[in-house]
């Protein structure tokens, strides 16, 4: 809160304005309330955060937000909409009344608010401001990312595990008489996580061609000696943080080039654990990692190690600070991924992800699960 009092101070502003549900990690952070409806969030210099909510929400706010509540009523917006119908210019007058001067607001603030906001006051848009505060994690923060990263290890094994006890046919792997799918796979990591409290979003595992492009969700029977690439970033449902792994192995005889990239692979992250450390910058990293595998034959461009070395992880599972060319400094408390990757057409892909916390001291490692290939 210092940093956001400093930042309206710096942009000759009286209070610093957002609006959003708590699917904004900024507006998560600030208020520590869980709501799919928008709320205003408001502070100003050397003052406590409101957060502004329905009279159905009230109660809950007080008990929950770190902010203090206020109504809409209290806000005085019930009174502004029996004249005002337009819906923005309503809470511009409600906002604008409240701060009686110039706002600070953050970069994805609704433009149409902040368009009938600069009838009344001076709306100037922050740096990123709470986004680089999120970056260095407490304790606290640390701890509930800890506890996302063991349900998703517990849900990794359990994939891995029906991988390793499967059977090939006819260069497909079955469980018992049924084919093992990328579909099936990723529903019992859902179910996994979601006995942990967590929601899985978007899981990869690809197999095969789909395995060399990063993101591929993947689909269809996973076959023989082909690189499966498993990738898991759920979120806790209740405090909202996310934790980040990826793991690649092969049911039966890989060919000698998957090999080969995998232990490319495995030695690029190792390196980089042994290069992360406060001041030095996620792009200096990157540049190691991108000279390792140029040394080993591998190229970094269109086809090879095409992605981000990392980056960081708190209540989004991308946010600052940034493992790749332009990223930043790193300090003690940041949270952070290291997944190098190669990928090929025809060959398939290969990626290891753990995540880890920033110390004085280098790279503490929140990944326990092995790094295996053959299984």
Known sequence: ???????????????YVAYGSSLDADMRYLTRFRTTDPVVFLQKIGEKGTIIVSQMEYERASRESTAAPMTRAQAGLTEIVKEEKNRWRAYARMIAGLVGGD???????????????????????????????????????????????????AAMGGA?????????????????????????????????????????????????????????????????????????FPQDE????????????VKGEPAAELNEMFEAVRGAQSLAATLVRPGTTGAEVHGKVVDYFKERGFESNTRGFIHN????????????????????????????TLEPGLYYPGKGGIRLEDMGVVTKKGFRDLTRMPREFRV
Not at 1 to 15: C, H, N, P, Q, Y
Not at 126 to 151: F, G, H, M, S, W
Not at 244 to 249: A, P
């Open 103 to 153: 706002i600070l607001v953050p970069p994805q603030f609704p433009a149409a608010l902040a368009r009938e906001l600069e009838a009344f006051v001076r709306v100037i848009v922050d740096e990123d401001t709470v986004l680089k505060a999120r970056a260095v994690k407490t304790d606290e923060e640390v701890t509930a990312i800890a506890r996302v990263q063991e349900a998703t290890e």
């Open 238 to 249: 209740e405090t909202g943080y996310t934790a980040d792994m990826s793991r690649t192995v």
């Open 309 to 336: 070395l990392g980056h960081g992880v708190g209540l989004d599972v991308h946010e600052l600070p940034v493992l790749g060319p332009g990223g930043g400094e790193l300090a003690a408390g940041n949270v952070i």
């Open 1 to 15: 809160m210092e940093r956001l009092d400093d930042a309206i101070a710096s942009g000759g502003a009286k209070a």
């Open 160 to 232: 891995v595990s029906s991988i390793r006890s499967s059977r090939a046919r006819k260069g497909i792997l079955y469980r018992g008489r049924i084919p093992l799918t990328s579909e099936i796979l990723q529903k019992e990591v859902a179910i996994a996580l979601l006995s942990r409290g967590c929601r899985a979003v978007d899981t990869i595992i690809s197999c095969g061609e789909d395995s060399a492009i990063p993101h591929m969700r993947g689909s269809g029977p996973l076959r023989e000696g082909a690189s499966i690439i498993l990738d898991i």
